[in-house]
Structures are given as C-alpha cells and as structure tokens.
C-alpha cells in the first residue's frame, strides 16, 4: 500500500473511531491482525460485540461499498470467529462497516451500516 493511501486510511480510521465514541461505542483495538487480514476496529456497544471494517475515499471515487466483495464478507466472517476464539469470548457480535467520504473541502462524510451482512 502506498505511503499516500496508507495515510488517507488511518485518518479515515480515526474519524470513524471518534464518531462511534461520540455514537456511544467504547472502543477495544485497533487494527486487530489475523492471517487473513485485520479488523480496523473493535468496539462494544452496550454487550454486543462489533467488529468494524472502515473505507476511506476521496469524494468522487467509487463508492467505498464496493469494495466488499462476498470474499471479503467470508474473510470478515471467519476473523470473527477467530477473535471470538482467541479471546474466550461467548457474545452476541455484529460486523459493521463505515464509509468515510473526504469531501475536496476535506469534510468528511461517515456513513455507517449496522449488520451490514445481516447474517
């Protein structure tokens, strides 16, 4: 990954995890590692457990739904059960994904799917 898109990401990360606080989310880890990939945050909101997949776009580009493919979606799905795993968890969870758009005026734009697999 680029320095250029590496750096739009985190801060795409960071908007996305000031908004779940302000949402009422408390905030577990960040950029979470598995042999598959990474889960770009992981909150609890109130006892549910959420992982969270966050893409960042400049305005303009694709939209950054598109790039959750239903590979993807599997990738999330087994992470899932892994940190559940790893962790000794037994908890009700969701997978949510947050787009944050970086309108030219650098604004952002946060929208946010809960469940977005509706599993």
Same mark, same amino acid.
């Given at each position: 990954m680029t320095t250029r898109?590496?750096?739009?990401?985190k801060r795409g990360e960071q908007i996305a995890a000031t908004y779940l606080?302000?949402?009422g989310y408390t905030l577990i880890e960040t950029n979470?590692?598995?042999?598959?990939?990474?889960?770009?945050?992981?909150?609890?909101?109130?006892d549910l457990l959420v992982f969270l997949e966050v893409k960042t776009r400049r305005a303009g580009l694709e939209s950054?739904?598109?790039s959750i493919?239903?590979?993807?979606?599997?990738?999330l799905e087994r992470?899932?059960?892994?940190?559940?795993?790893e962790k000794q968890l037994d908890?009700?969870?969701?997978?949510? $994904? &947050?787009a944050v758009?970086?309108?030219?005026? +650098?604004?952002? $734009? &946060?929208?946010?799917?809960?469940?977005?697999? +509706?599993w």
């Open positions: 898109r590496s750096a739009l990401g606080e302000r949402q979470w590692r598995a042999p598959q990939g990474e889960f770009d945050l992981v909150a609890r909101s109130g950054a739904f598109e493919t239903p590979r993807k979606r599997l990738i992470m899932a059960y892994l940190y559940l795993s908890c009700d969870w969701r997978i949510d $994904v &947050i758009t970086l309108a030219p005026n +650098d604004q952002p $734009v &946060i929208e946010h799917i809960e469940d977005a697999f +509706d």
